[in-house]
Nanobody
Framework: QVQLVESGGGLVQSGGSLRLACAAS????????MGWYRQRPGNERELVAI???????TYADSVKGRFTISRDNAKKTVYLQMNSLKPEDTAVYYC????????????????WGQGTQVTVSS
């Protein structure tokens, strides 16, 4: 059973910073793309940033220049450094990973973390 566990959310003032982490565990053969999504109150879940297994990154326009996604393959962990936070960044942030479990050939499946709340006060 593969699990993704997020940490690092919390309450911060506008202009502040937070660092989210998401660690994968279980019977993992390989982790392909990993990413962060968020769901703001009253909105659908949206992409924040993704990073491929080779380190290529993609960001939502709303976070470009403020957020940085990175990964540590040895630790099976993806990070999201969030700087210059704004009240509109308030959301539940979810980690996502496309993971190949051991014994399943090359079939990858999407996995989600449980979510971590980020609240930015004005």
């Amino acid at each position: 059973q593969v699990q993704l566990v997020e940490s690092g959310g919390g309450l911060v003032q506008s202009g502040g910073s937070l660092r989210l982490a998401c660690a994968a565990s279980g019977s993992i053969f390989r982790i392909n793309r990993m990413g962060w999504y968020r769901q703001r109150p009253g909105n659908e879940r949206e992409l924040v940033a993704i990073v491929t297994s080779t380190g290529s990154t993609t960001y939502a326009d709303s976070v470009k220049g403020r957020f940085t996604i990175s990964r540590d393959n040895a630790k099976k962990t993806v990070y999201l450094q969030m700087n210059s936070l704004k009240p509109e960044d308030t959301a539940v942030y979810y980690c996502n990973g496309y993971i190949i479990e051991r014994g399943r050939g090359l079939r990858e499946d999407p996995y989600w973390g449980q979510g971590t709340q980020v609240t930015v006060s004005s």
